[in-house]
Each structure stands twice: as structure tokens, then as C-alpha cells.
């Protein structure tokens, strides 16, 4: 079945270091996008790709850094410089950038920094 | 600048009731797309619909329609007979100038009791 993987589903770090958020599709989607989620905020734009190599930031990017080595692989790392990791972490792809085609979404990684 | 203002935070009804969702969207484009996506409990945004700015015909689509109407800047979401699996955060989105990314509402939990 075709799809998006994110794994995993669950995760917990201390404070200070540095943690990756899985995100694979086996869609042949051109771009990947990563959204943070917070109660009662919506969903936040962190980084984007629309080619493998090429990323773009979105609009909550500082803290975070990402790769796209593989067109189906964008894996989003969380660093210490991130001051309120604490969050729902949504991966997203579409066939191309933006276009009229829907996003489609990942099940979601919760990430808990103690 | 793009923005998508859900007024409603939360919404509770019982089971075969009528709900409608509210969205209100700025854009000084001419050109531009609207989505709805449904957040289960699971987490995974799935998918519910797109409307073009040029196409404002009301769309229905089972128990589900959606009244788009440019003069108010609206793109409402109705449920019909409303059920306990329509339980989720509804989010409505607008895709920016130049098609790049979607700005996302705040959402609105909609709780269906039986």
C-alpha cells in the first residue's frame, strides 16, 4: 500500500539533545513538507522540499534542520536549540510543490522532551 | 498575507444533529485553493476536499457540503445527521501565492455524542 511512514509513533529525550524524526513515502511524491502541531494552534510549516538536495524553510524552522539525500526519505532532526520541542510532528507529501494537489499526511510522531 | 481564521474551537452535539463548520480566509490573491482535512483521534490528517477560487458551486458529497462563498470569504463545512465517528479536529486550509505551501487554520474539535 502506498503511503507515509513515520516512526516512531511515540518518542521521549531528555533536554539537550538532539533527536530525528523519521519520514518515508513510497508515493513517488516530488515534495515533502514537516508540520508541528501544538494544542490549539494548528498545524506550523517547518521545512519543505520540493527536490531531492533542495529544501526550503517554512515558518518555524529555527531549532531545526533536515535532508532530502532520497526523494523518499526527509528525515527532520530536532536539536537542542529548539526551545519548546515538545510537540505533535506531522510529515506530509505531494506530488509536486503546493499545486492543487492535496497533501497527504503521515500518522505522526509525538515527540515528549523532559 | 494569507490567514484562515476557524472561530470555533470546540463544538459538541449529539449523534444525528446538524453541524456546520465556519471558515473565514484573507488573501489578496485572485487565484487560490481551499481544503478541508479531518484529524481522527489517530492522528493522520486525512484528506476531505478542495474548492478553486473560481469554482464557488456548493459541493455535497454524502452527509458532507460545503458552501463556498467569496463575497464573506467563506468556506463552511456542514455535516448532515451528524455520528460519533464524525468525532475529529477539522481543519480548514488555504494554499498561498505561488502554490507552495498551506496555511492551516487553528481547527475546530467537533465532538458527536450518542
Known amino acids: 500500500d502506498g503511503g507515509i511512514t513515520q516512526s516512531p509513533k511515540y518518542l521521549f529525550r531528555k533536554e539537550g539533545q538532539n533527536v530525528t524524526l523519521s519520514c518515508e513515502q513510497n508515493?513517488?511524491?516530488?515534495?515533502m513538507y514537516w508540520y508541528r502541531q501544538d494544542p490549539g494552534q494548528g498545524l506550523r510549516l517547518i521545512y519543505y522540499s520540493q527536490i531531492v538536495n533542495d529544501f526550503q524553510k517554512g515558518d518555524i524552522a529555527e531549532g531545526y534542520s533536515v535532508s532530502r539525500e532520497k526523494k523518499e526519505s526527509f528525515p527532520l532532526t530536532v536539536t537542542s536549540a529548539q526551545k519548546n520541542p515538545t510537540a505533535f510532528y506531522l510529515c506530509?507529501?505531494?506530488?509536486?510543490?503546493?499545486?492543487?494537489?492535496?497533501?497527504?499526511f503521515g500518522p505522526g510522531t509525538r515527540l515528549t522532551v523532559t | 498575507a494569507q490567514k484562515v481564521t476557524q472561530a470555533q474551537t470546540e463544538i459538541s452535539v449529539v449523534e444525528k444533529e446538524d453541524v456546520t463548520l465556519d471558515c473565514v480566509y484573507e488573501t489578496r490573491d485572485t487565484t487560490y485553493y481551499l481544503f478541508w482535512y479531518k484529524q481522527p483521534p489517530s492522528g493522520e490528517l486525512v484528506f476531505l476536499i478542495r474548492r478553486n477560487s473560481f469554482d464557488e458551486q456548493n459541493e455535497i458529497s454524502g452527509r458532507y457540503s460545503w458552501n463556498f462563498q467569496k463575497s464573506t470569504s467563506s468556506f463552511n463545512f456542514t455535516i448532515t445527521a451528524s455520528q460519533v465517528v464524525d468525532s475529529a479536529v477539522y481543519f480548514c486550509a488555504l494554499l498561498n501565492s505561488g502554490y507552495s505551501t498551506l496555511t492551516f487554520g487553528k481547527g475546530t474539535m467537533l465532538l458527536v455524542s450518542p
Open positions: 506530509a507529501s505531494s506530488m509536486l510543490l503546493g499545486a492543487i494537489n492535496e497533501q497527504y
Open positions: 508515493l513517488n511524491h516530488d515534495a
